[in-house]
Nanobody, 124 residues
């Protein structure tokens, strides 16, 4: 499975941005897809995840502002980001795995497949 993230860029504080991630290769099974982010000097942080069923999960810092969605037929996952602040500045990575259990869905080391990252910069 290969993941290609896109959509990053520069946005003003309070603005919105949508990230997209396209998967290629065989994805049979119950793949969870997720977004993580990593700011300079910080650890990778869970942003959001979505199961094949459509159930969604969010990190505390983005809940209510970000929305994750997926299209199983197209093998894509999107992240709509609203009310952005400077704290949202980071490189955003999409990830996928077929063996994620609910208790591990926010743990980066549980995902086998990663995209290359797309940079989001929010100017204050």
């Amino acid at each position: 499975v290969q993941l290609q993230a896109s959509g990053g860029g520069l946005v003003q504080s309070g603005g919105s941005l949508m990230l997209s991630c396209a998967a290629s290769g065989p994805m049979s099974g119950n793949y969870a897809m997720a977004w993580f982010r990593q700011a300079p000097g910080k650890e990778r942080e869970f942003v959001a995840a979505i199961r094949r069923s459509g159930h969604t999960y969010y990190g505390a810092t983005v809940k209510g502002r970000f929305t994750i969605s997926r299209d199983n037929a197209k093998k894509t996952v999107d992240l709509q980001m609203n009310s952005l602040t400077a704290d949202d500045t980071a490189v955003y990575y999409c990830a996928a795995d077929s063996r994620i259990i609910l208790s591990s869905i926010s743990q980066a080391d549980q995902y086998d497949y990663w995209g290359q990252g797309t940079e989001v910069t929010v100017s204050s």
